[in-house]
Each structure stands twice: as structure tokens, then as C-alpha cells.
């Protein structure tokens, strides 16, 4: 059974930094399973945040995101990675970790596995 377990979020105040973490199990990681963030504010469409390959070279953004926001993987440890850097309001949101099996990265129809979340406020 495929089981991702977002942890890390928390009530942060804006220009902060946050770490969230994604333990994965259930399937061979770091083979052929591109992993990516994706973030839902209340009332709003679950949005792309990030992506990457899985062995860790190839990386996707959200435009508007980039240059604050880095993901990463360790595979030794089946986990993926999200750094967010210069927290604004506008990041409140649930984020989810889930595993590529469609075709286009930044569509959430294209994943087939997701975690539950973790909660996300930036608030001063």
C-alpha cells in the first residue's frame, strides 16, 4: 500500500522559513516515481508548487514561485523535500506531497497517490 506522510507545517510569520517533509512507503522509491508539492487554500483548486525527478536532477516550479521555493529527495530515506523561503500570506494553504502517474506534472489529475496534508498558516 502506497502511504505519504506530509509533516512539518505550522503557523509561521511572513519572511520566515519552513522545512516540510513527505515520508513515502509502499512502493520502490527513487526509481521511476517523479514526486511532487501541491498546495490547496481554503475554498481554492489544489494548485502546482513543485516537482522532481526521481533521481533528483530534473526540478519544476510553479512561476511564481521560483526562487523561494526548493525541493529536493533523498532516496536513501524515501523522502521529498519542500523549502520555503520568504513566507507570505498568500502560501497559507494545506500542502500535499503525491506521486506522479499521469502525463502532465502540474495537473492534479495526473497523481494517483497523495498524502493528507499539512497545514500551512503565514500569519503576523
Known amino acids: 500500500e502506497v502511504q505519504l506522510v506530509e509533516s512539518g507545517g505550522g503557523l509561521m510569520q511572513p519572511g520566515s522559513s519552513l522545512k516540510l517533509s513527505c515520508a513515502t512507503s509502499?512502493?520502490?522509491?527513487?526509481?521511476?516515481?517523479?514526486m511532487s508539492w501541491f498546495r490547496q487554500a481554503p475554498g481554492k483548486e489544489r494548485d502546482f508548487v513543485s516537482a522532481?525527478?526521481?533521481?533528483?536532477?530534473?526540478?519544476y516550479y510553479a512561476d511564481s514561485l521560483k526562487g523561494r521555493f526548493t525541493i529536493s529527495r533523498d532516496n536513501a530515506k524515501n523522502t521529498v523535500s519542500l523549502q520555503m523561503n520568504s513566507l507570505k500570506p498568500e502560501d497559507t494553504a494545506r500542502y500535499y506531497c503525491?506521486?506522479?502517474?499521469?502525463?502532465?506534472?502540474?495537473?492534479?489529475?495526473?497523481?494517483?497517490?497523495w498524502g493528507q496534508g499539512t497545514q500551512v498558516t503565514v500569519s503576523s
Open positions: 509502499g512502493f520502490i522509491f527513487g526509481i521511476y516515481d517523479m
Open positions: 503525491a506521486v506522479f502517474t499521469g502525463t502532465l506534472i502540474r495537473s492534479p489529475m495526473a497523481y494517483e497517490y
Open positions: 522532481i525527478s526521481a533521481d533528483g536532477v530534473a526540478t
